[in-house]
C-alpha cells in the first residue's frame, strides 16, 4: 500500500479540471482523484446529465495523474514495465498445498479472483480461512496485513475465525481484531460500501478484501425490478472500479458466486456450463468453480490469462480449507488431477 493516503489526493490537484466540473463531481460525491479514476463514464455520464465523451476525458486526467505518480500502468508500457510489477505480486496460502498448486501459489494481489459453486461448496469456509491466512507473515504464506470482510449472506462467524486461528497456532483475539467486517443489507448498500472501498482500505490497512458473495443481493433484487442490463451495469461497475484498486493498491480481493451445478454438464465434463455462472466471467481475473464430491470438495480452474487449466480435491476441516485426506497421505497434494 501507498505511504500517502491516495483519497487525500483531491480533484483541486487535477490541473485540467475546471471549477465548474468538479463541482458537479462533487455533487454526485465524487471528492477524490482515485474515485474519479476508478469510474466508468457512462456511470458518470448519467448522474451528472452530461455526455459520456466529456466524462472520459475528465477521467484520463485522473488516471494520467495516477501515472504520473506510478500508481497505474501507462497506457502503453514495455513488457519489462509489467513484469516488474507482477514481481510485486504477493501470494496467500487458501489452507490447501493443492489448492494454492492450482492457483500457482495462492490467490493473487493485484486480482480479482471469484470463486464460484453451489451451496455448501466451501466458497465461505475458504473465506473465513483466507481471513485467517493473509493476516499471518508473508513467509508463512499471508500477506502479514488486515483484511476486510464484506458479508452480504450473513455467514460471517467470528466463533469459525477463532477456531481456524487456533488450529493454525495463532492468537484468536489478535486475528480477531484484525479482520473489518462490514454487514451488507441490501444491493445499493453493497455498491456504497464498494464506492468508498479505497477509504476503507487505507483505514484498515487491508491486504485482502473478501466479498462474500457479490452478487447474491443483486440477483435477488433484480429478479423482481429493473432489467438484466440494469444489474449488469451495476455489478460491472463495481468490479471495474474492483479491478483498478487491486492494481493501485497491490492488494487480493476474492470474490464469491453461488451458482448451480448443471448435472448434465458435469457429466459431460464441462463445469463452465452452469445456470447463471456467466453474470462476472469477464470481470473478474481468475475464476475457480467448487463442487462437492463427497467429503472432498473440487477445484476446477477456469478463465486465467496463465493458470493451466487444471482441477484438484480438498476438504474442509476444523483448521477451514485443507488437503483432501488421502492426498495428505499420499502426500500428491501438490499434483492436480487432470479431468473430473
Ligand atoms: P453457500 O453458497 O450456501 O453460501 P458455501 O459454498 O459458502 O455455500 P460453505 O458455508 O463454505 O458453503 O460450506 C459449508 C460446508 O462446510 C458444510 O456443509 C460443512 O460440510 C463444511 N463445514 C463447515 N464448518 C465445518 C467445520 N467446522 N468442520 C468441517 N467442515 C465444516
Ligand atoms: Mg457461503
Redesign the pocket.
Known sequence: MPSQTLTDLHLEDLENLKPLDIAKLKRIGIESVLELATSIPQDLAEDIGDKPEKMSILIVEARKALTNIGLLSKEFCTAADIMTRRNQIMRCTTGSKSLDGLLGGGIETQALTEFA??????????CHTLSVTANMAKARGGLGGNVIFIDT?N?FRPE?IH?IAEAYSIDPEKILSSIFVCKIYNSSHLEFVIKNIAKYLEEYRASLVII??IISLHRAEYSGRGTLWDRQQKLNSMLHRLTRLAEVYNIAFVL?N?VQSNPDATFAGDPTKVTGGNILAHATTYRIF?RKAGHNRIAVMQDSPYHEYGSVKFT???KGVVDAEDDRKTGKANDSESGW
Do not use: A
Open positions: 459453486g453451489e451451496f455448501g461448496s466451501g466458497k465461505s469456509q475458504l449472506e455467514t469459525r477456531q462474500d458473495s464469491t453461488q467448487f474442509i476441516s476444523e
